[in-house]
């Protein structure tokens, strides 16, 4: 059965850093790519991060440039989003989903984690 599951998520201080995790089974990551996206209460979920399966490709959403990055280990069949300079605007509920190859389209991504909870506040 192909599942994803997050974790790693929690509470932290405004400039503070967290790291999650998107475990894949029923599937390896060697052809697919992986996205994190997140939802924030009142708002519509949005792309954060993805990384590529063909050539390891990553892609940042403008709003977390220089301040995340997306990681994969095929090994371990994980997928990883460090987050460093956590602000306020970054507490949402982060899901990650998977697509065929590559991250050339968000509207693609199926397979949808259950989310993990990332709340920034002092």
């Known amino acids: 059965q192909v599942q994803l599951v997050e974790s790693g998520g929690g509470l932290v201080q405004p400039g503070g850093s967290l790291r999650l995790s998107c475990a894949a089974s029923?599937?390896?990551?060697?052809?697919?790519?992986i996205g994190w996206f997140r939802q924030a209460p009142g708002k519509e979920r949005e792309g954060v991060s993805c990384?590529?399966?063909?050539?390891?490709?990553?892609y940042y959403a403008d709003s977390v440039k220089g301040r995340f990055t997306i990681s994969r280990d095929n090994a371990k069949n994980t997928v990883y989003l460090q987050m460093n300079s956590l602000k306020p605007e970054d507490t949402a509920v982060y899901y990650c989903?998977?697509?065929?190859?590559?991250?050339?389209?968000?509207?693609?991504?199926?397979?949808w984690g259950q989310g993990t909870q990332v709340t920034v506040s002092s």
């Open positions: 989903a998977r697509a065929y190859h590559d991250c050339s389209d968000y509207d693609l991504f199926g397979s």
């Open positions: 990384i590529s399966s063909s050539d390891g490709s990553t």
């Open positions: 029923g599937f390896t990551l060697d052809y697919y790519a």
